[in-house]
């Protein structure tokens, strides 16, 4: 079992269905060691695409929100799964509807940063097959759980 207290029931439910246990989260850990060197590339090539694609008002400012992005995805990967990383991520999910971003974009976006470090992992794990498999659902996992905090508090904003 693992060694993570959830106060809140919800997120421990979230861990229970996405099956996220001691080896999802070691191999998310291991996946970070790799990804983190790669993802000022890949936070550049997602506002390059938001910009692109006609999401550059909604960026108040592009250098502030790739730190943020960073930092988001540092925390995720850091495995601490604290009240605190559970509310940074319910505010960065109110702050999407706050400017206006659809729910579909903002899986959008996860899908296209999730993907980014994908490629990477496949790039760059080639020794261990078996390894780069386990990562990669280990990345899939706990970005679905991050999306999935991150909507359920903008359709709460939704709903207040």
Not at 18 to 28: F, G, N, Q, R, T
Not at 37 to 44: C, H, K, M, R
Not at 134 to 139: D, K, L
Not at 141 to 157: E, F, P, Q, R
Request: glycine share 4%; net charge negative; proline share 2%.
């Amino acid at each position: 079992m693992m060694n993570i207290h959830f106060t809140n029931p919800d997120i421990a439910r979230r861990f229970s269905y996405l099956e996220i246990d001691e080896s999802v989260i070691e191999d998310a850990k291991y996946g970070w060691l790799i990804i983190r060197n790669e993802l000022n590339a890949i936070l550049e090539k997602f506002l390059h695409k938001m910009d692109v694609l006609g999401f550059a008002d909604q960026i108040a400012d592009a250098h502030e929100l790739k730190l943020k992005l960073y930092r988001h995805w540092a925390n995720l990967f850091s495995c601490s799964f604290s009240n605190d990383y559970i509310e940074q991520v319910r505010r960065s999910g109110i702050a999407h509807r706050e400017v206006g971003l659809e729910p579909a974009h903002l899986t959008i976006g996860y899908a296209f940063i999730i993907d980014e470090m994908i490629k990477v992992l496949e790039k760059k794990i080639t020794d261990d097959p078996a390894r780069r498999v386990r990562t990669i659902r280990a990345i899939n996992k706990l970005g679905a759980l991050d999306a999935g905090i991150a909507l359920s508090s903008y359709n709460a904003v939704l709903l207040d």
